[in-house]
């Protein structure tokens, strides 16, 4: 089969940084052609570059065997590519086909409504996507949502589909049905480049297969001639233990007990809506769901940064509900490992060595009489460098210089030597590669042995099912049923991600 698109020995620089390295792919038509990496490895420098948001410093793309240039993403789309980002950018008051059509060039000034919604009724009828053109985005689940935005791209005539990370947002019953809507499209003919860190889904999914380390391409490869094992080694350099040992937990009192818990999002509208459940120590509680389902307020109300309506938390017993964040921290013991590494839990303008003493200072021995004691700053930092393993120049570097993964190793090398007895961590394997997730789910069972009590938010199933000892499920603001390991199901949990009860699933 001929290759449909060709990245030919591509370069990018920023800086001194190079992001692409002389790399290559070559992607069929009619397959779904995956790209992985780990975080900071070029995947998506290379895709905006194929998508008209960068240019390449040197290198040729090459389609259907003519080189062409792309210089925007209006560039992208006539050359036949489009792009599904992992954030939709769709507007929810919107109907689906004012969404499709938004942006479109429109001869004379009429939109056609009818005339587009009678062509999103034969695309969608075509792939079987069920989508009905008059229906309100809003009023739709994340997984129809992105069934709009593929549609965005087919009714432009898109040949060549860059899916970024396109399962993160749905439930684990989407998931089959998305992978049957990519089946379709490699019938029908289509090109898709598939962005995942997700091996299991490369081998369910994937034809073929490029891996990137470095900004460089390690390997193209067809996913019927290799494994798991073989691709995470590719990516990160070394051999991967994919089987994680969850010994039998000893479990001691409740450590953790939140009661009736009611707060709201960002938006103003109820984000926690009467929310219940205790951690005991030497337990790993795993809250799982799609993300945006209260997981994000639940984590900042325990930590203290976000106000409460209702409801209380206790800690060992003792009522920390109205504690400041310091107090949590220092006095009761809370640590808090946040979803968002950089803007919440790190000074990217900062060193390293500033980053792991950030939530004591003014405390002793990194300050004395108010004055920073430099000398133990830095030994500090270096022993905690060292013993977590944290990849950098030095620990005078800034944080923004490191990866994800060395990021949130810092956070938590901060968090955990100051000897939590609760810990809270947001998903705290969000882009991180797997030799990285290896080392933060080990770093957390060795604190499980400890006795902390650890409360695990994860939208990643899989790392959830590894190290937790029970998992409780989130659906619009509410616990929608707690689960031990051998009954969490993807049939069960995907249905209480929707919201039924755990009666019901």
């Not at 995907?494 to 039924?500: F, H, K, R, S």
Request: hydrophobic residues 40%.
């Amino acid at each position: 089969m001929e290759h449909h698109l060709v990245v030919d020995c591509v370069t990018k620089t920023f800086g001194d940084l190079k992001a692409n390295d002389a790399v290559s792919l070559h992607a069929r038509k009619g397959s779904v052609h995956a790209v992985l990496g780990e975080n900071g490895a070029g995947k998506t420098t290379l895709m905006n570059i194929l998508y008209g948001l960068y240019h390449p410093d040197a290198g040729r793309i090459l389609i259907g065997g003519r080189e062409i240039a792309i210089d925007n993403p209006r560039d992208a789309l006539t050359h036949g590519i489009g792009m599904v980002h992992q954030h939709f950018m769709l507007i929810g008051p919107l109907t689906v086909t004012e969404n499709v059509i938004l942006g479109l060039e429109q001869s004379g000034l009429r939109l056609g409504l009818s005339e587009h919604a009678e062509r999103l009724i034969e695309l969608s009828q075509s792939f079987g996507f069920d989508i009905e053109p008059s229906e309100p985005v809003w009023n739709l689940p994340m997984g129809m949502q992105q069934r709009v935005e593929i549609l965005k791209l087919l009714h432009r005539n898109a040949d060549i589909l860059i899916l970024d990370e396109p399962t993160s947002v749905l439930t684990p019953s989407e998931t089959g049905p998305f992978f049957e809507v990519l089946s379709r499209l490699k019938e029908a003919g289509k090109t898709i480049l598939f962005i995942t860190h997700k091996l299991e889904e490369v081998m369910a999914v994937a034809d073929d297969v490029t891996v990137m380390r470095d900004g460089r391409v390690t390997a193209e490869l067809k996913t019927s001639e290799t494994n798991p094992r073989e691709l995470a080694r590719l990516m990160v350099g070394r051999d991967v233990v994919f089987d994680i040992s969850r010994p039998q937990g000893h479990f001691g009192d409740a450590k953790l007990t939140v009661e009736g818990l009611r707060a709201r999002n960002d938006r103003g509208l109820p984000g926690l809506d009467d929310v219940g459940f205790e951690v005991r120590a030497g337990e790993i509680l795993g809250i799982a769901g799609v993300d945006g389902n209260g997981q994000a307020e639940l984590a900042e109300v325990i930590a203290g940064l976000r106000p409460i309506e209702a409801g209380r938390i206790l800690v060992g017993g003792a009522d920390a509900t109205q504690a400041s964040v310091a107090e949590r921290k220092h006095g009761f013991k809370i640590g808090y490992v946040p979803e968002d590494r950089q803007v919440v839990g790190l000074d990217l303008n900062h060193s390293v060595a500033f980053n792991l003493i950030l939530r004591s200072l003014g405390r002793l021995p990194f300050s004395r009489f108010g004055i920073l004691d430099f000398k133990a700053i830095r030994a500090h930092a270096e022993r905690l460098v060292e013993r977590y393993d944290v990849r950098l120049q030095g620990v005078d570097q800034e944080a923004r210089f490191l990866s994800g993964g060395n990021q949130q190793k810092v956070i938590l090398a901060r968090e955990i030597e100051d000897d939590p007895e609760v810990l809270i961590v947001a998903q705290p394997c969000k882009g991180l590669d797997v030799g990285a997730i290896e080392f933060v789910q080990n770093t957390l069972l060795k604190q499980r042995e400890k006795g902390v009590a650890i409360l695990y938010i994860s939208t990643e199933l899989e790392h959830i099912m590894a190290i937790c000892d029970r998992i409780a499920v989130m659906s619009r603001g509410r616990i929608t049923g707690i689960l031990a390991p051998e009954e969490a199901t993807p049939e069960r949990l995907g249905m209480l991600m929707a919201g039924a009860t755990a009666d019901a699933a």
